[in-house]
């Protein structure tokens, strides 16, 4: 992790490294009448959320309470934390609301008739999925 910190604050001081340079190079250019600054700024913006990465890494970094085993190059398998979460490896519902959701976006790109027909159903596949498990053969 201290790695990867260490890497988006050189990315964060590099953009803005080459930020300052595109608009210096502007000003100077005689073919220009001054600043580009759409790419100033995007470049500017660049360095930003290269900052914004690292003080994000950097400040979980430092509330995790030390090392985790995954940091670690000494570390085993078992050392980390077994339970990951309960996935549903059997689960179509996903794959479904996967479609209807492109669907949707489909609708509003190109027509928004579309929108009318994906919107129910990404209701049906948000609702079978989240009460999968409370029908059929694995009620709880």
Excluded: K
Aim: net charge negative; hydrophobic share 60%.
């Amino acid at each position: 992790m201290v790695a990867n910190i260490r890497l988006f604050w050189v990315i964060c001081v590099f953009f803005f490294v080459v930020a300052a340079m595109y608009a210096v190079w502007g000003v100077l250019d005689p073919l220009q009448s001054g600043i580009e600054w759409a790419g100033t700024i995007a470049l500017a913006l660049a360095g930003v959320l290269g900052g914004l990465i690292a003080f994000y890494l950097g400040l979980i970094h430092r509330n995790q309470g030390g090392v985790l085993p995954e940091d670690r190059v000494d570390a085993n398998i078992d050392d980390g934390d077994p339970e990951l979460g309960h996935f549903s490896p059997w689960s179509w519902w996903p794959i479904f609301l996967a479609g209807a959701a492109g669907l949707l976006l489909l609708g509003l790109a190109v027509g928004f008739w579309i929108s009318y027909i994906a919107v129910p159903l990404v209701v049906i596949a948000l609702v079978g999925w989240v009460f999968e498990y409370y029908r059929g053969y694995f009620a709880r």
